[in-house]
């Protein structure tokens, strides 16, 4: 008896395609955020947060940062910014993708210029960006949630470095600034450009500090909003214009042309999986499908329609009309308007059309009337049905003769 390899390879490949593997990548990260905090966080565990961090006035903030505080301080908005973004990774955001990769980048920068002992971290932190650009396709979603993230941490970040620096240059407003709330006041009125006058510097150094963080403060909050009420604008007028909330991002998704018994069922079983599917049904009929569907109305023979509904960027399409001439030119117009790693697949309702299905190349061509007859044939013959038997038939293989 051999091994069944292929069967165990096959079933491999499934689980390796069924795994979330961006919960492991975004578990990783914040791992990794936490890794680059650690002497921080045991130094605030010993000796308390505003011991560590010297937080009790103006003079206390500059020995602070004179004293090499600024590294603590970046230390500890990476780490956090890191273990934010994680959290967006959660989501497969497109956006905590990339500013994962540029603090990846930066975590990285700090761990080689401090030395060997932080080899480890900066060997870990490569590794894991290696990671993040591999597995880039798994993280193409616009989400509302990782865009409130990122604006979040834009602002967390800008207020900590106004505070810090309004601290920092107290003695150079007028009147002097000597404690968090004032600075934190101050900063907030600077970064919305509300400027009430009560508070101003008199000097270059400090006039120019206040002109920083009115132009981050502007640019900080325009691109907030653009992140968080963008996409809630953007789908309000989608469903206005479409009265639906199509999915304006197709990407690595699953495109399913039909609407009989075995497309509507193999959809519900392909979304209990987590895959994103987009079906396309005739313009002049009904569907079955649900009202949250990703649902284009069109010929799915056409070129064009196949691009609008992303075939250039999905990983299969999958010709299940009940009219096998319609399978046929829906592989064609696959053939055109798929990408490079777009697999088409193709249903034959007769096992008359397998040869003629074939000769239009699809990746694959699946006949469940040769499955059926075949297994009911050798059940009442009492012959044996092994999985490769089945696989060949499923995938509308020819049966060898038995010798």
Same mark, same amino acid.
């Given at each position: 008896?051999?091994?069944?390899?292929?069967?165990?390879?096959?079933?491999?490949?499934?689980?390796?395609?069924?795994?979330?593997?961006?919960?492991?990548?975004?578990?990783?990260?914040?791992?990794?955020?936490?890794?680059?905090?650690?002497? +921080? $966080?045991?130094?605030? %565990?010993?000796? @308390? &947060? /505003?011991?560590?961090?010297?937080?009790?006035? *103006? =003079?206390? !903030?500059?020995?602070?940062?004179?004293?090499?505080?600024?590294?603590?301080?970046?230390?500890?908005?990476?780490?956090?910014?890191?273990?934010?973004?994680?959290?967006?990774?959660?989501?497969?955001?497109?956006?905590?993708?990339?500013?994962?990769?540029?603090?990846?980048?930066?975590?990285?920068?700090?761990? +080689? $210029?401090?030395?060997? %002992?932080?080899? @480890? &971290? /900066?060997?870990?932190?490569?590794?894991?960006? *290696? =990671?993040? !650009?591999?597995?880039?396709?798994?993280?193409?979603?616009?989400?509302?949630?990782?865009?409130?993230?990122?604006?979040?941490?834009?602002?967390?970040?800008?207020?900590?470095?106004?505070?810090?620096?309004?601290?920092?240059?107290?003695?150079?407003?007028?009147?002097?600034?000597?404690?968090?709330?004032?600075? +934190?006041?101050?900063?907030?009125?600077?970064?919305?450009?509300?400027?009430?006058?009560?508070?101003?510097?008199?000097?270059?150094?400090?006039?120019?500090?206040?002109?920083?963080?009115?132009?981050?403060?502007?640019?900080?909050?325009?691109?907030?909003?653009?992140?968080?009420?963008?996409?809630?604008?953007?789908?309000?007028?989608?469903?206005?214009?479409?009265?639906?909330?199509?999915?304006?991002?197709?990407?690595?998704?699953?495109? +399913?042309?039909?609407?009989?018994?075995?497309?509507?069922?193999?959809?519900?079983?392909?979304?209990?999986?987590?895959?994103?599917?987009?079906?396309?049904?005739?313009?002049?009929?009904?569907?079955?499908?649900?009202?949250?569907?990703?649902?284009?109305?069109?010929?799915?023979?056409?070129?064009?329609?196949?691009?609008?509904?992303?075939?250039?960027?999905?990983?299969?399409?999958?010709?299940?009309?009940?009219?096998?001439?319609?399978?046929?030119?829906?592989?064609?117009?696959?053939?055109?308007?798929?990408?490079?790693?777009?697999?088409?697949?193709?249903?034959?309702?007769?096992?008359?059309?397998?040869?003629?299905?074939?000769?239009?190349?699809?990746?694959?061509?699946?006949?469940?009337?040769?499955?059926?007859?075949?297994?009911?044939?050798?059940?009442?013959?009492?012959?044996?049905?092994?999985?490769?038997?089945?696989?060949?038939?499923?995938?509308?293989?020819?049966?060898?003769?038995?010798?």
């Amino acid at each position: 008896m051999r091994f069944p390899f292929h069967s165990v390879l096959a079933r491999g490949a499934r689980l390796m395609h069924r795994f979330p593997w961006h919960w492991l990548i975004a578990v990783l990260v914040a791992l990794d955020g936490y890794l680059f905090m650690r002497p +921080l $966080w045991q130094a605030i %565990g010993s000796q @308390g &947060l /505003l011991q560590t961090l010297q937080i009790h006035d *103006g =003079a206390g !903030i500059a020995a602070f940062l004179d004293s090499g505080g600024i590294a603590q301080l970046s230390r500890l908005m990476l780490g956090l910014g890191v273990q934010v973004m994680a959290i967006g990774l959660l989501y497969r955001a497109r956006i905590a993708w990339t500013i994962t990769l540029l603090l990846l980048a930066a975590v990285g920068t700090v761990s +080689l $210029w401090h030395g060997r %002992g932080h080899l @480890g &971290l /900066l060997v870990y932190t490569v590794v894991l960006a *290696g =990671a993040l !650009i591999g597995y880039w396709r798994r993280f193409d979603r616009a989400s509302l949630t990782a865009g409130g993230l990122f604006a979040a941490l834009s602002v967390a970040s800008l207020l900590v470095y106004a505070v810090f620096g309004v601290l920092y240059l107290g003695e150079e407003f007028s009147p002097p600034v000597r404690d968090p709330v004032t600075a +934190l006041y101050f900063s907030i009125v600077s970064m919305s450009t509300v400027g009430y006058g009560d508070i101003g510097p008199k000097t270059d150094a400090a006039r120019l500090f206040t002109i920083s963080i009115i132009i981050l403060g502007i640019t900080v909050f325009a691109t907030s909003i653009s992140a968080v009420v963008g996409p809630l604008i953007g789908g309000n007028i989608r469903r206005l214009m479409h009265g639906r909330n199509p999915r304006s991002m197709r990407k690595n998704h699953i495109i +399913l042309a039909g609407v009989g018994p075995l497309a509507l069922s193999l959809y519900g079983a392909l979304r209990q999986r987590g895959h994103e599917v987009t079906v396309i049904v005739p313009s002049a009929e009904g569907h079955p499908y649900p009202a949250d569907a990703d649902v284009l109305a069109g010929d799915a023979s056409e070129t064009g329609v196949l691009l609008q509904a992303g075939a250039a960027h999905a990983q299969y399409v999958l010709a299940l009309r009940q009219d096998d001439a319609e399978n046929a030119f829906i592989v064609m117009a696959g053939r055109e308007a798929g990408g490079p790693d777009t697999k088409l697949v193709a249903l034959a309702n007769s096992s008359q059309h397998l040869a003629k299905i074939r000769r239009v190349n699809p990746d694959i061509v699946i006949s469940p009337q040769a499955l059926g007859s075949e297994i009911l044939a050798r059940t009442l013959s009492g012959e044996p049905i092994d999985e490769a038997l089945i696989t060949r038939l499923l995938f509308g293989e020819k049966t060898p003769d038995p010798a």
